[in-house]
């Protein structure tokens, strides 16, 4: 089954760049969304279809997707962006949903 | 949108136990439900959908045989239950509306979880 694979943890100062990686095997030719959760709460989209926002998610959350890796990168890092990140693809075969292993970002 | 699931559950081991979620805020039939959990401590589990549309279903391997997800189209509710609980099941549960193009699924909206707690 494919395998998506994210960096454990990544830590910022406010007012950074924070960029969280999701590497997969040609992941640049499937569509990535992403998704924040913060504790005790249920994930929400903030990415989909690599780079598109939903409505509602500040243009600080951005994406990008090519050969093997995807990135999600939060710009201007807010102490309220302190969660945990998954990527998630589509498995080509039966489009179910595969999860990444999970970024939590530390705001310093 | 919004979708609103059942409360928080007890169960024996080897028990079941059924979680609801019921949508509102769109047409129901449209949208795949995606059901996902998460263990204590964990990443995020991906159990099965169902088309709300004609009830056809798809369960992860893994879960095949313990799962079964159903929906009611009069009340936009969608079921989700899991038989021959056991310690390991003790998670939350979500059910997720699917937006799916030609190639990809994303879950665009979740409920807000439903604590499943497996003990004897």
């Known amino acids: 089954s494919y395998v998506l694979t994210q960096p454990p943890s990544v830590s910022v100062a406010p007012g950074q760049t924070a960029t969280i990686t999701c590497g997969g095997n040609n992941i640049g030719s499937k569509s990535v969304h992403w998704y924040q959760q913060k504790p005790g709460q249920a994930p929400v989209l903030v990415v989909y279809d690599d780079s598109d926002r939903p409505s509602g998610i500040p243009q600080r959350f951005s994406g990008s997707n090519s050969g093997n890796t995807a990135t999600l990168t939060i710009n201007k890092v807010e102490a309220g962006d302190e969660a945990d990140y998954y990527c998630q693809v589509s498995d080509t075969t039966n489009y179910h949903p595969v999860f990444g292993t999970a970024t939590k970002v530390t705001v310093l | 949108v919004q979708l609103v699931q059942s409360g928080a559950e007890v169960k024996k081991p080897g028990a079941s136990v059924k979680v609801s979620c019921e949508a509102s805020g769109y047409t129901f039939i449209t949208y795949y439900m995606y059901w996902v959990r998460q263990a204590p401590g964990q990443g995020l589990e991906w159990m099965g959908m169902?088309?709300?549309?004609?009830?056809?279903?798809n369960y992860a391997r893994r879960f095949q045989g313990r799962v079964t997800m159903t929906r009611d189209t009069s009340t936009r509710t969608v079921n989700m239950e899991l038989s021959s609980l056991r310690s390991e099941d003790t998670a939350v549960y979500y059910c997720?509306?699917?937006?799916?193009?030609?190639?990809?699924?994303?879950?665009?909206?979740w409920g807000q979880g439903t604590p499943v707690t497996v003990s004897s």
């Open positions: 997720a509306r699917g937006d799916c193009s030609s190639t990809s699924c994303r879950l665009d909206h």
């Open positions: 169902i088309n709300p549309s004609g009830g056809s279903t």
